[in-house]
């Protein structure tokens, strides 16, 4: 388990890299794509949306919520990622409702440093932009050598 120590221009920083901010949405987007179809469902998405309990749990606590309440949450969630109204969502569907919600997080965070703990695999996307943080002040450090 380890700490990292992240702010808004954490979060930022990393979406604003066009290459790596590509790279992770790519592998996300595969990851969830279950059937590999190259979209995602209304049930993969919510899967996914399931496995991380963002909305069963409030600070990590379990909240009583209907199954129709969950339902019509998700459903919102998805009709948001479905930008085009196909019934599915597309990479490109995908890659601007995450950079939307990832800017909305950064401005949140704004300058105020917040700690994270996290497992040694964990592969958040706040996790993955402490990381191409940590590597760029690595990078900058090997070129002051």
């Not at 085009?84 to 950064?106: H, N, P, Q």
């Amino acid at each position: 388990m380890g700490v990292v120590i992240i702010d808004g221009s954490t979060v930022r920083d990393f979406v604003t890299n066009e290459e790596q901010f590509k790279k992770t949405m790519d592998e996300s987007f595969a990851a969830l794509d279950l059937n590999n179809d190259g979209v995602l469902s209304r049930s993969e998405l919510r899967k996914a949306l399931e496995s991380m309990r963002l909305i069963e749990t409030h600070f990590g606590v379990d909240v009583s919520t209907t199954p129709d309440q969950l339902t019509q949450l998700y459903d919102s969630i998805f009709d948001k990622f479905d930008c085009d109204g196909s019934g599915t969502v597309d990479l490109a569907e995908f890659r601007s409702e995450m950079k939307k919600i990832l800017l909305a997080i950064a401005d949140g965070l704004g300058s105020c440093p917040i700690q994270m703990a996290l497992e040694d695999d964990d592969q958040s996307f706040l996790k993955k932009a402490a990381d191409f943080e940590a590597a760029k002040l690595d990078q900058k450090r090997a070129q002051a050598s």
